[in-house]
């Protein structure tokens, strides 16, 4: 098998943990703009810049309506596993922004999703202060973007009344630099506290 799957050597569980099916969804729906036919398994690829974590966790966003979700659940479980043999900081960063966005995206048909999406941004925020590091040794002169994980859970944290989390989350992220509207956060954050006492 070549593509993707070859070349990552995924076939076993492209063979035995998907369907016929879902493998013939799944080709015919990943199609990055000016890919070449047969990118996950025919294709003869070379010089290929992404990694195995890279790769899982986009392909899982293709299928994250709820119509798909269950391959891209599939498919962040494979990602999982690769999240667990690496090192990469900024790959593990952009593997759990997808899983947030997925696991939200479906929190209304899924019982389990809006935990997953909340253990997702805090397992991005637990990294946060490193990967902003990394970030800033690549691009020194560019400033952080938004911050999938904190904007998130600030969100969550705000619509259960959870105020004054809101306010030490984006305090932490403000003084880390990241991108985002954090001081209206607070000042919102903080006059529900103030009504509240």
């Given amino acids: 098998m070549q593509g993707f799957i070859g070349i990552f050597c995924l076939e076993d569980w492209w063979t035995n943990e998907l369907s016929a099916s879902e493998r013939a969804l799944i080709e015919r729906t990943y199609g990055p703009v000016g890919a070449p036919a047969g990118l996950l398994t025919s294709a003869n690829i070379s010089g290929v810049s992404l990694t195995k974590l890279a790769f899982l966790s986009t392909l899982a966003t293709w299928f994250q309506k709820q119509e798909t979700y269950r391959i891209a659940k599939k498919i962040l479980a494979q990602a999982q596993r690769a999240a667990e043999e690496t ?31 909340i253990k997702a941004c ?76």
């Fill in 87 to 117: 090192d990469d900081l900024i790959d593990l960063h952009y593997y759990y922004q997808n899983r947030i966005q997925i696991f939200y995206r479906n929190r209304e048909t899924d019982r389990k999703a809006l935990g997953l999406a």
């Fill in 122 to 197: 805090e397992d991005q925020i637990a990294i946060a202060a490193d990967v902003a590091a990394a970030f800033r040794v690549e691009h020194p002169d560019g400033p952080l973007f938004e911050h999938v994980g904190y904007k998130q859970l600030c969100i969550i944290n705000h619509k259960r009344g959870r105020h004054k989390d809101v306010v030490d989350l984006c305090t932490e992220a403000k003084q880390q630099g990241w991108a985002g509207d954090w001081d209206r956060r607070i000042e919102q954050a903080k006059r529900k506290i103030g009504s509240n006492t």
